[in-house]
């Protein structure tokens, strides 16, 4: 049974940092490129930034230069380091991939205000 579980979520302040982190069971992890997405109320599901298995990484260009995203094979874990949050970063996270890039966990909340 693939599952993806996601933690790491709160609240923070702007300017402040938050890392996210995403543990899978139930597939060969080391295989298959991961995900990081999320959706902000009233607003469509975004891509927020990718890793391919063998680490090559994507971003959106809204966080790009302030989050980075990292795998840990050996844990199965995926990691989405968030720096110089803003308000606008304010959503639920979501991991995603697996085979045929078909699983998402069940999200975490980061909300970013003073």
């Known amino acids: 049974q693939v599952q993806l579980v996601e933690s790491g979520g709160g609240l923070v302040q702007p300017g402040g940092s938050l890392r996210l982190s995403c543990t899978a069971s139930g597939f060969i992890f080391s295989i298959y490129a991961m995900g990081w997405y999320r959706q902000a109320p009233g607003k469509q599901r975004e891509l927020v930034a990718t890793i391919g298995k063998s680490g090559s990484t994507y971003y959106a260009h809204s966080v790009k230069g302030r989050f980075t995203i990292s795998r840990d094979n050996a844990m199965n874990t995926v990691y989405l380091q968030m720096n110089s949050l803003k308000p606008e970063d304010t959503a639920v996270y979501y991991c995603?991939?697996?085979?045929?890039?078909?699983?998402w966990g069940q999200g975490t909340q980061v909300t970013v205000s003073s």
């Open positions: 995603q991939g697996g085979p045929s890039s078909a699983y």
